[in-house]
């Protein structure tokens, strides 16, 4: 089965095209499930700029609904990508409720202080990563999501791969595998322009090689492939590169077992 479980729409408003423009994509590249997951919205705009606005969801739904109607031989899931924010964790909750979702995906795009909203280190800072970790724990344990998006996420802004960055990365990674919660490697990190790290290495943002390695010296790590699209030509793009080298590591991509036991519910 070929399943995207995590898309994004220009409903975001940092991506493009609608769900329709999604679907022809859809169609031509022949997928069996497709998951639209705009990142959640919150109250009172919180992170407004990147997120869907509340008053447009009904109007999102009746596109997706149309799109059910359209193409019966695509699956089509409802999600939210839900964000780690520790005074939001039941609101983002009862959303799943009252807007009948198939899934949320579990995310950490920031750390959080105080309410405020800082951006990941550039540096392998001790203290950031102390916080990453007790965050990432916490949204493991928090049970939001089926799976849990860009783990590695933090190493977008430079951070390095030093002691102290895999020892965090150790910490996620044991604390998903304590909790079975799979783990996405995420091709938009690839699709993206590279970056200089502190340590004057050019790389991707992420998937982060050292991090996965890790994941599967510590074995026992399901993981889910995703797109992460933002664009509807993206929808596969890089995707058959991060199967082909999940698979090679060893982890068993859990992608269509998570689809099925969604459509099974
Ligand atoms: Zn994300
Ligand atoms: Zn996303």
Redesign the pocket.
């Known amino acids: 089965m070929k399943v995207n479980l995590h898309t994004h729409t220009h409903s975001c408003r940092h991506g493009s095209g609608n769900i329709a423009d999604y679907m022809v994509w859809a169609e031509r590249e022949k997928f069996d499930v497709l998951g639209f997951s705009e990142h959640v919205p919150l109250p009172g705009g919180l992170l407004g700029t990147t997120r869907i606005k509340m008053e447009n969801l009904s109007c999102f739904w009746k596109e997706f609904d149309e799109a059910v109607g359209n193409y019966p031989q695509i699956k089509l899931l409802r999600a939210f990508?839900g964000e780690y924010i520790p005074e939001l964790m039941n609101f983002q909750k009862e959303l799943k409720e009252i807007w009948d979702l198939d899934y949320m995906i579990s995310?950490n795009?920031y750390i959080w202080e105080n309410g405020n909203k800082v951006q990941f280190p550039s540096q392998s800072d001790p203290a950031a990563l102390k916080v990453i970790v007790e965050q990432s724990i916490k949204l493991i344990e928090s049970g939001l999501g089926i799976f849990f998006?860009?783990p590695d996420?933090f190493f977008a802004y430079g951070c390095p791969w030093t002691p102290d960055s895999k020892a965090a990365s150790r910490d996620i990674i044991e604390a998903a595998k304590a909790h079975r919660l799979p783990l996405e490697i995420n091709a938009y990190g690839i699709r993206k322009q590279p970056i200089t790290a502190a340590d004057g290495k050019v790389r991707k943002r992420y998937p982060i090689p050292e991090f996965w390695e890790l994941a599967a010296e510590i074995g026992g790590i399901e993981v889910v492939c995703s797109s992460?699209a933002h664009t509807p030509s993206a929808l596969w793009r890089a995707v058959p590169e991060i199967i082909e080298w999940a698979e090679k590591l060893g982890f068993t991509v859990v992608n269509e077992r998570l689809a099925k036991e969604i459509l099974t519910r």
């Open positions: 990508e995310s795009h998006a860009h996420l992460d």
